[in-house]
């Protein structure tokens, strides 16, 4: 049975939908009816609960919840509380197994630790455990320190990787050929890091694709909350004239990417391009972006749909590509259903063996 809050109510009907598109699916006896009903009730106070309208005795539940941007407008802070309503309201249902599928846990910015600092993934996993949430899904973590508080003999959590869907995208759109790959690509792309921290996620890119890598040195100005002091281009090749893709795992309010393509420009990069798997766009991410675009800097950002993108954001964004994470939430919610392994969505994509078979075919 598939579940969802108020949140990821779109999302859930496009990965049932994914679902019973599958070849095998009616085959091997799945009902139509996937799809359970929640219904949330706000008391005059702010208060609510969850009610549960469809049976889910013995059944393995799947709950699609975030706090991210949602079409209700719901704060973070509402969203989590409807989030943990619904899981208790599930766990009293009596199902077989609750695993939560939260695509981008909004939580994971928060688990560095000092002496004096609430650690909000911690605080986040702790309630969800206590709850009775068995596993957790979730997709590219901001890093992999949230995943050392987690306990995998009380409630496991795969991080499956985002990026993937992004190479699979870029590869289908703007290489198709293997000899674009081996020739343009090679020669004239780079992949960048965002900052120093971001190091791995472009050298996994520039890895896949054969490319050459760049790494942007951030200094912040910590007297004032999201500015960037100075950035610091580490790279061994000239990049004047060449393709660059700025790759993360999301853009919040896009500061430091803003002053990351500046940079890039002036320094006599021929395209700009991004690509991110959370697009958070916090104000005034949108506005940033759009005058990287108008002023002729920035070609395109691509991104997945981990976090709701509304027809206006697209609309005041032509250049936004936004890449459907359904499918791939789909089957990962079949292999943990069927009890297969999960290990080939931690496999990273590789663009040579993939249009190699897509030339067989063609």
């Not at 079409?71 to 509380?81: A, D, R």
């Not at 081996?182 to 890091?193: L, R």
Request: proline content about 4%; charged content about 25%.
């Amino acid at each position: 049975m598939v579940c969802a809050t108020r949140s990821m109510e779109d999302y859930a009907e496009r990965v049932a939908y994914e679902m019973q598109t599958f070849p095998d699916f009616y085959g091997k006896g799945y009902n139509k009816k996937i799809r359970g009903e929640l219904r949330t009730v706000t008391f005059a106070d702010g208060e609510m609960e969850v009610e549960v309208h469809t049976s889910i005795r013995g059944k393995d539940v799947f709950l699609f919840a975030s706090a991210g941007r949602n079409p209700f407008g719901l704060t973070v802070e509402q969203s989590k509380m409807e989030m943990y309503h619904a899981i208790d309201a599930l766990r009293r249902a009596q199902p077989n197994r609750i695993t939560l599928f939260e695509p981008f846990c909004t939580s994971s910015r928060s688990d560095r630790t000092t002496r004096r600092n609430s650690v909000g993934f911690w605080v986040h996993y702790k309630t969800l455990v206590s709850l009775g949430v068995d596993h957790i899904i979730t997709y590219q973590l901001h890093s992999d320190k949230s995943k050392t508080v987690v306990d995998p003999t009380v409630c496991a959590i795969d991080d499956v990787p985002g990026s993937p869907m992004l190479k699979e995208y870029i590869t289908d759109n703007y290489i198709r050929k293997p000899e674009v790959l081996s020739g343009k690509v090679k020669e004239d792309w780079f992949f960048c890091s965002v900052d120093a921290g971001g190091e791995n996620v472009a050298r996994k890119y520039a890895r896949a694709f054969g490319t050459k890598l760049m790494i942007a040195h951030k200094q912040r100005d910590y007297d004032t909350t999201n500015t960037v002091e100075s950035i610091n281009i580490l790279t061994d090749t000239s990049i004047e004239d060449k393709e660059v893709w700025i790759v993360d795992d999301m853009i919040d309010t896009g500061g430091s990417v803003y002053y990351l393509v500046k940079e890039l420009k002036n320094r006599g990069v021929k395209t700009i391009n991004i690509a991110v798997v959370h697009p958070v766009f916090s104000d005034p991410a949108t506005n940033r972006l759009c005058e990287l675009h108008d002023e002729g800097m920035l070609d395109r950002v691509v991104v997945t749909d981990t976090v709701g993108v509304p027809q206006e954001m697209q609309e005041a964004m032509p250049f936004l590509e936004v890449v459907s994470s359904a499918r791939l939430s789909a089957e990962i919610i079949m292999h943990m259903h069927e009890e297969q392994s999960l290990s080939p969505f931690f496999d990273d994509f590789d663009p040579r063996h993939y249009l190699s078979n897509l030339k067989l075919f063609l």
